[in-house]
């Protein structure tokens, strides 16, 4: 099944500063999007099909604490996030549609793009949300919640969280195609082409043989979050098959503008989900810069002289 995720000018999602660390910024322009049918696993994997129908103006997913009549509401953090979702009548939502097997999707990543977390939070029949959160480090995290209200249009909201201390951020102005964890490498092939729909693979392998037996998670066989730089909107996005055996995965995507992006791969295998990281650029705004060698004041003075 094919499943492409568009966003225009809603930057995908977490934000790699250009020129070193990571920042908010302003959304650049309207989003849409395409959906599909049900896949080989019985799920609809079109993602973000509501925010697709939404106006040029609207802001891009996760940009913003409250959308389509809905705000996220914070309680705590650590060691324990907790928060509701308010509905256009005020009140904490207690009905929510399934979608992926869970009635919600809880991302968080440091605003450098480190850090990442996929969490699924449980449901009080009050509507608070609660989860142990762990955060190592200091600096501001961003959290999103992805959700669908039963009758509700379907939104991403995000909100700050701050941890107190010496902030470090983490660099992220290369390319990077190749992440290992646990023993298992993961390489993702694939250009991102701003404005226009690409396939990215990621290829798993464990101690150099191809990982052939891929466990499904959350009804598929992984989950790709893409992350761009200087907004902080988000994109959740599906392979473009159901459930397989691997030792590939393969995701349609499609960015909106030139720029660096982070790229987060979850994926299950003897019972354990792992997440591989990635940051790939679009565009030839993320070429590396070349500085040219200096020129003496001799060698101005006889430039375009023949000697």
């Known amino acids: 099944m094919k499943t492409g995720y568009k966003v225009a000018a809603y930057a995908l999602a977490l934000v790699v500063v250009f020129g070193g660390a990571w920042g908010a910024g302003a959304a650049a322009g309207p989003f849409g999007g395409t959906s599909t049918p049900n896949g080989a696993d019985g799920m609809n994997h079109s993602e973000n099909t509501a925010q697709e129908q939404q106006p040029a103006h609207a802001l891009p997913p996760g940009l913003s ?12 953090s650590t060691p324990t996030l907790q928060f509701h979702i308010s509905g256009p009548d005020g009140k904490p939502v207690t009905a929510f549609d399934v979608e992926h097997e869970k009635k919600l999707h809880l991302v968080l990543v440091r605003r450098d793009g480190s850090g990442y977390q996929h969490l699924h939070p449980t449901m009080a029949a009050d509507g608070t949300w609660s989860t142990p959160l762990t955060l190592p480090a200091a600096g501001s995290y961003r959290v999103f919640a992805d959700f669908k209200p039963q009758g509700g249009t379907k939104s991403t909201l995000g909100v700050d969280v701050q941890v107190p201390g ?8 290369t390319d990077t195609r190749t992440f290992t964890v646990d023993g298992y490498t993961v390489t993702l092939n694939g250009d991102l082409k701003a404005g226009a729909e690409s396939t990215v693979t990621a290829t798993v392998t464990k101690d150099g043989k191809p990982v052939t037996d891929l466990q499904p998670y959350l009804g598929a066989n992984g989950h790709l979050v893409a ?20 030792p590939e995965v393969k995701f349609s995507v499609e960015v909106p503008t030139d720029g660096r992006y982070r790229l987060f791969f979850d994926f299950q ?33 006889h430039a375009g002289h023949g000697g």
């Open 65 to 76: 604490v409250s959308e389509n009549g809905y705000t996220l509401q914070l309680a705590s």
């Open 166 to 173: 010496a902030y470090e951020p983490q660099q992220y102005t």
């Open 269 to 301: 295998h003897d019972g354990k989900v792992r997440t591989a990281e990635f940051t790939l650029g679009a565009g030839a705004s993320t070429a590396p810069v070349v500085t040219p060698a200096p020129t003496t004041k001799e060698e101005d003075g």
């Open 227 to 246: 992350l761009r730089a200087a907004d902080l909107a988000y994109l959740h996005v599906h392979p473009q098959d159901g459930p397989g055996s691997g």
